[in-house]
């Protein structure tokens, strides 16, 4: 049996007896509110579908295999734009008037038109020299968010034993301190330098790519025994996919057009713990 996955805030009764319909459901399940999920399914209606959800503002998934959480024992995150509000990168150069021109930079990058992520980041950096180092905390403090969701999903994945790791093409300064409020297990990024408490426009040590994502996923799912089945990794740019392509619950959350396509789910109108709803708990 294969099941769709239907939800959105605006999922109401008279939505649901509609696509029920279309998809010539054999049991409609009620998980939680604005949530459903029809257990059997027309495959046939699939495209249809798709258009109805994509005209409803609905995200939808469809699962060969309804699995427990439980049996899930990865977690793995991008951090700007994913697990939390903004680019990071992008209020840094705010701090140093250069708001627009790294910006620009940073959205190209994660469409993937700019292919060499390394070159981006160090252009983008070197933007930031001279940039007081204080201007870091207060867009910790003061800027950064949580996106929707985000405690529900993590908190909720630690209850059932699962693994959680957080990989950035961001910064360490932002990092280490969301690894410490939420309790993550691990956490990578990239480490800005510090002169006389202003950013030298300079990286430390290796830039973390999508290929580094990559590497530290496949290393902490050898350390496991993970396979791909037991993995969920969400993202929404371009230096995502080398990670998301090595497991099978693969998000693409509020994500450029390039990572939907590639991923197995996206999430455009609902919060990160949206994911939690692709399996039985």
């Known amino acids: 049996m294969r099941y769709l996955v239907l939800q959105s805030p605006i999922l109401d009764s008279q939505l649901r007896e509609q696509i029920a319909a279309i998809a010539e459901a054999e049991q409609v399940i009620q998980v939680r509110n604005h949530v459903i999920r029809l257990n059997g399914f027309n495959g046939s209606q699939l495209a249809e579908i798709k258009q109805w959800c994509t005209q409803h503002k609905v995200d939808w998934a469809v699962l060969d295999q ?36 790294v910006a620009e930079i940073t959205e190209a990058t994660m469409r993937g038109e700019i292919k060499n992520f390394s070159e981006s980041l160090l252009k983008r950096v070197a933007l930031l020299e001279g940039t007081s180092a204080d201007c870091l905390q207060t867009i910790y403090s003061d800027i950064l968010r949580l996106n929707p969701g985000a405690e529900r999903l993590i908190e909720t994945a630690q209850k059932h034993g699962i693994t959680t790791l957080l990989v950035s093409g961001g910064f360490t300064f932002f990092t280490s301190r969301l690894k410490e409020r939420l309790k993550l297990d691990y956490a990578y990024a990239n480490q800005l330098e510090v002169l006389d408490n202003k950013l030298s426009g300079r990286v430390l040590g290796d830039i973390l790519d999508g290929t580094a994502k990559k590497n530290y996923l496949a290393a902490l799912m050898e350390q496991l025994g993970a396979s791909p089945e037991q993995c969920i990794a969400i993202g929404d740019g371009s230096n995502d996919l080398p990670m998301m392509s090595q497991v099978h619950y693969s998000v693409a959350y509020m994500a450029k057009p390039k990572v939907q396509e590639a991923a197995h789910f996206s999430i455009n109108h609902s919060g990160l713990d949206a994911v939690l709803n692709f399996f039985d708990n």
């Open 66 to 101: 309804l699995r427990s959480l439980s049996d899930i024992k990865i977690l793995a995150m991008d951090m700007d734009s994913t697990l939390i509000n903004i680019e990071c990168i992008d209020e840094i150069a705010g701090c140093a008037g250069r708001k627009k021109e």
